[in-house]
């Protein structure tokens, strides 16, 4: 489960900072000590994400019992895997790029424009965590939905008020789903009278307000694409030094954005891409490689209906809630029992991923704001870090 | 419990004022709520408005001026008959029911939703300026002489009267009248003021200043829906309702209070100076939101959902609020955030105060269990621009021992980064009280142990009793003082850079002695060791500049072949002479262009050298003028009189250019 390889991951890399922090640096000795805490580094990144790709299950559609192998890709549990996984990178990268090392080490190239380059990213993720977030709370708002539908079709006998009101629900659950910003903008006004629009209309308009706290231009996808510019593997001499562990972060960092745009509903996630380039020669990068691809297969599956995210939940639901909606358009009374089974069994597994929801949005939310404030303090250390180096630059007087 | 004490209020209100309604109009319908409906009758009616049936129950609306007031309650009446039977008859008969049910909580929800779009009042952000002094004065029974509103006067008048009796009609017809014109908004908070002026005093004293959003004729209609709408289990259709509707209204007030949408990307990209206009709005625009816009949302959803069901009307309220909320404090997150540099201190401590203002009111509004991240955020935000408050002041430390400039400042005046660093902390002490709070731990210094020459040393023991915000006041002049020793290295003529020195220092002692604040926090100790300071530049500059010229006028090596009494070398005199005079015009011709801005300073400093100088002269002259003028061409070596000396001093440091010669007194 993820709190403990968590827990192991990090102690194993405290106890290495231990091991570092005692030594006596001397000039010479220090620098084989830095290839060999790079090395690790690299190892330890490889390692993460090629536990979370083997421990991926790779069916979705009915994983709700066989957690055993592993959480489905993108869903709630497999995504605070990943951001585990991001914060443990991000607390090693730290460690090894920042204690103890004397500050002037990062002010000098290439390192000067690096590490401007990775506080930038640092910067724009902050942008999508709030906007993840607040698609996590559209999520909340299809979860009530499904509620409904499920608290109206659990009634036995089933009446035709319950199943109306079931469908009422589903097709805005599905028509939120099926919702992209461009015409949702054009539905947006909401009339005082609300007859003539049983369904579906009402909660479309709802949906898009829902990603509304963002500015008003902003859009998800550019941003992912501007943190990837200047996003480039080092070359040459630079690559055995800390600009291979600056570029490393910022690939994590990346991918763990881009894999949450692509997950949540957010504000303007068009044109996002279904890949961007990760380095194939290099080994610790190839687990990334493999998710991006099991993400882009997913992706090409789902993205002709154009839907909101890829959340794996979401995409259940929304299956569950075309066929429950064709059962209700058909609904007539009595409903023959093998109908009646199949249906029966639609609602629990709805009921399921309502329940997942509800035990697992809340958490999510508040590691994507763990998140937050680690880049956050990243950025401030390191802020204060290039202000110490240049203290210590002064010219002489 | 006054927040539900007041729901009640307004429950009571506007149940009576339907009685009174419905005592002058006695029809069918109102002899049918008296009695109890037959299950036949209620599923007849519940039919009757089911808008997928008939075109008329599609266009109108029940709880709507259109139709006479007591279909609503008779509506609610077969309802509340459909759920009572719903639990007592037997299965076989339930099915029509169960219909019947539905189709009345698919009816109640539209017209719960249309209740809430059409009675919305707008929001006027003038009503809700923060500060509750200038209107709650003026509703208390004690000021009754100053000028009012009349309809304000009216309402006042009915409670001065009959303080207790809010329950008779004569109060409550002018209150319903209100209500239901949306245009007197203003007009009905100060009604909902003196309400709670008369229930709970608590109120008052704190900074909340609720308005009602929903009339409470609206609100009681709301109400009843929300109770059905619970018990037939139809409880998230009903937030569902609330919260896009209730969202979109808050939407609304943010666009007039100009709350703006920003990324933190955008907040990076803005020059300061456009933040710091927005910061300011920001301010006033937040405490609106938190203790009027959002206490206001908090107070309808009590007044609607508080005892319906459990923390429904936190779960509304959320609703509503939540995205709102992070938006707002977006911006101060973005700003707490943002890279850290000098200038940004002062707006940074205003949010810092504006924010730990709002904190009391943060916790009342958001109180809850689930509004606990809102809490945690705004705290986080506080603590985060106190973070950002500190390393701006270390940012600005290093900045005033780092400022590179060499070019030394013509005529050795103070420096632009003297006055910058003085206004500075001037300005921190304006903050005192903030900063003190914010400020804890005193600077590193350099120590005479440090062997660092990039830092001053400065003995921290010396201010054990100062606090740490003091401490890096003493600090940061004495690294202005570090940072202008060094620049005071770049004049050529080394008595320009006493006088340098000593325009400087004097300036930062003015400053200081200047502000009361700033020369307590100082303390005398230290401003004594900087006058001091610049009175050693003093010294330093008058030794520098005269002992060289005074040398000229000494009696040493005057006297031929040594003896005293063996006469005078008159050679070796009028050398002197021209020595001395030439001596003494160029450091006339060269101080004249020095400036000591302060008058009284160059006063002091041109009495200092005339007492040296003129005496020194005299008596110099007065030995030796006969040996000169016994000779040719005296006028060549004694150019000057006493007199003339004593003039041209007063030209010294006025940074002015003599364009002639001395003056001699034969001129």
Redesign the interface.
């Known amino acids: 489960m993820p709190a403990t390889t968590e827990n192991n991951n990090q102690g194993s890399f405290l106890g290495r900072i231990s091991i570092r922090r005692n030594q006596v640096m001397s000039m010479d000795g220090s620098h084989d000590q830095e290839m060999e805490d790079l090395e690790l580094f690299q190892k330890h990144i490889g390692d993460r994400f090629s536990e979370l790709l083997s421990s991926t299950s790779e069916d979705s559609s009915s994983s709700s019992s066989s957690s055993s192998s592993g959480d489905a890709l993108l869903s709630i549990a497999w995504l605070r895997r990943l951001l585990d996984e991001f914060l443990c990178c991000e607390a090693e990268f730290k460690a090894v790029v920042l204690m103890g090392r004397d500050p002037s080490q990062i002010t000098k190239p290439p390192l000067d424009k690096l590490l401007p380059d990775l506080l930038d990213r640092g910067?724009?993720s902050?942008?999508v965590c709030?906007a993840v977030?607040?698609g996590l709370?559209a999520v909340k708002?299809l979860q009530?939905?499904a509620?409904?539908a499920v608290?109206a079709l659990e009634q036995t006998?089933l009446?035709?008020?319950?199943v109306?009101?079931a469908k009422?629900?589903l097709s805005a659950l599905v028509a939120a789903m099926l919702n992209d910003d461009s015409n949702a903008a054009a539905k947006g006004t909401?009339r005082?009278?609300?007859?003539?629009r049983?369904a579906g209309n009402?909660?479309a308009?709802?949906y898009k307000?829902?990603s509304?706290?963002?500015?008003?231009n902003?859009s998800a996808a550019k941003?992912i694409h501007a943190m990837m510019s200047n996003l480039t593997a080092p070359r040459g001499a630079e690559s055995s030094g800390l600009a291979q562990p600056m570029y490393m972060m910022s690939t994590v960092l990346v991918f763990v954005m881009w894999t949450l745009v692509a997950a949540v509903p957010c504000q303007e996630r068009n044109g996002l891409g279904t890949h961007f380039p990760l380095p194939r020669q290099l080994g610790w990068a190839q687990p990334m490689i493999g998710l991006q691809e099991k993400i882009a297969e997913e992706w090409k599956k789902k993205e002709k209906k154009g839907n909101v995210g890829l959340l794996e939940e979401m995409q259940r639901m929304d299956k569950l809630g075309q066929s429950l909606i064709e059962f209700a358009d058909s609904f007539q009374f009595p409903t023959e029992t093998e109908r009646m089974d199949e249906v029966k069994k639609h609602v629990e597994e709805l009921g399921d991923i309502c329940k997942k929801m509800e035990e697992g949005l809340e958490p999510l939310?508040?590691q994507i704001?763990e998140v937050f404030?680690r880049v956050?303090r990243s950025?401030?250390e390191f802020?204060?870090a290039l202000?110490q180096a240049?203290?210590?630059t002064?010219?002489?007087? | 419990m006054s927040h539900s004490h007041r729901a009640e209020d307004k429950y009571f209100f506007a149940h009576t004022q339907r009685n009174f309604t419905q005592q002058n109009s006695l029809s069918f319908s109102h002899f049918l709520i008296m009695e109890s409906l037959p299950l036949e009758t209620a599923e007849k009616i519940i039919l009757r408005w089911d808008s997928t049936a008939s075109e008329d129950a599609r266009d109108k609306m029940i709880f709507s001026g259109g139709v006479d007031r007591d279909e609503a309650d008779l509506y609610l009446q077969a309802v509340d008959e459909i759920q009572r039977s719903l639990s007592s008859v037997s299965v076989s008969s339930s099915d029509k029911v169960n219909s019947a049910i539905q189709i009345a909580m698919a009816r109640l929800e539209d017209e719960f939703r249309n209740i809430l779009i059409s009675h919305t009042i707008p929001f006027d952000p003038s009503t809700s300026e923060d500060d509750p002094s200038q209107t709650l004065p003026d509703l208390l029974p004690s000021s009754t002489s100053s000028p009012k509103h009349p309809l304000t006067n009216l309402e006042q008048d009915s409670t001065e009267t009959e303080p207790e009796t809010t329950n008779t009609t004569t109060t409550t017809t002018p209150l319903l009248r209100f209500n239901s014109d949306g245009a007197a908004s203003s007009v009905h908070s100060s009604v909902s003021s003196v309400n709670s002026v008369n229930s709970s005093s608590y109120r008052s004293t704190s900074s909340i200043r609720e308005i009602d959003l929903i009339p409470s004729d609206a609100v009681y209609d709301l109400r009843c829906i929300a109770e059905r709408m619970l018990s037939s289990g139809y409880l998230r259709e009903c937030i569902q309702v609330y919260g896009s509707v209730r969202k979109s209204s808050v939407d609304a007030s943010f666009r007039k209070l100009h709350i703006e949408k920003l990324s933190i990307g955008d907040v990076q990209r803005l020059e300061w100076e456009q933040l710091e206009n927005k910061i300011r709005r920001w301010i006033k625009a937040a405490k609106v939101c938190v203790r009027t816009l959002f206490a206001s949302e908090k107070k309808l959803c009590e007044q609607i959902f508080d005892g319906v069901g459990t923390s429904i009307d936190d779960a509304c309220f959320m609703e509503t609020v939540k995205g709102p909320a992070i938006q707002l404090f977006n911006f101060a997150e973005a700003i707490s955030i943002s890279r850290r540099s000098p200038e940004k201190l002062f707006k940074i401590l205003d949010l810092h105060d504006a924010l730990t203002d709002l904190m009391p009111d943060i916790d009342v509004v958001f109180d809850s269990k689930s509004s606990e991240s809102i809490r945690v955020q705004a705290a986080e935000i506080l603590s985060r621009l106190g973070e950002a408050a500190r390393g701006i002041l270390s940012e600005f430390e290093n900045a005033v021992l780092k400022e590179p400039s060499r070019v030394p400042v013509p005529g050795g005046t103070i420096h632009p980064l003297t006055r910058y660093v003085m206004n500075y902390i001037s300005l921190i002490s304006d903050y005192k009280v903030t900063l003190n709070e914010l400020i804890v731990s005193k600077p590193s210094t350099g120590s005479r142990y440090s062997g660092d020459v990039g830092i001053p040393d400065m003995d921290l023991s010396e201010y054990e009793e100062k606090t740490p915000l003091d401490v890096h006041l003493i600090w940061i002049i004495v690294i202005l003082q570090f940072n202008l020793d060094g620049k005071s290295k770049h004049y050529r003529d080394a008595s320009l850079a006493h006088l340098f020195i000593m325009n400087n220092v004097h300036y930062i002692v003015q400053k200081v002695r200047g502000s009361s604040e700033l020369r307590e926090m100082i303390g005398d100790d230290y401003l004594k060791k900087l006058t001091g300071k610049f009175r050693q530049a003093a010294t330093r500059y008058q030794r520098e500049t005269w002992v060289k010229v005074l040398y000229y006028l000494r009696d040493e090596g005057l006297h031929a072949s040594g003896g005293f009494s063996s006469g005078v070398s008159k050679s070796a005199l009028r050398d002197r002479f021209k020595t001395f005079n030439s001596m003494f015009e160029e450091v006339h011709r060269t101080q004249a262009v020095w400036l000591i801005p302060d008058s009284q300073l160059r006063e002091e400093l041109r009495i200092s050298i005339s007492e040296k100088l003129i005496p020194a002269y005299r008596s110099f002259l007065g030995r030796f003028r006969s040996y000169i003028e016994s000779g040719r061409h005296p006028e060549n070596y004694i150019k000057y009189s006493v007199e003339d000396l004593e003039y041209a001093v007063l030209d010294f440091f006025e940074g002015i250019p003599v364009s002639q010669h001395l003056r001699r007194r034969s001129e």
């Not at chain 1, 009446?159 to 319950?162: A, E, I, N, R, V």
């Not at chain 1, 005082?192 to 003539?196: M, Q």
């Not at chain 1, 002064?394 to 007087?397: C, G, H, Q």
């Open positions: 910067v724009k902050l942008d709030n977030t607040l709370d708002n009530r939905l509620e409904i608290a006998p009446g035709d008020g319950q109306r009101r009422k629900a909401e005082t009278r609300s007859f003539g049983r009402t909660n308009t709802k307000s829902l509304w706290s963002m500015a008003k902003w941003q939310q508040q704001r404030h956050v950025r401030t802020l204060l202000d240049a203290k210590s002064t010219p002489a007087l």
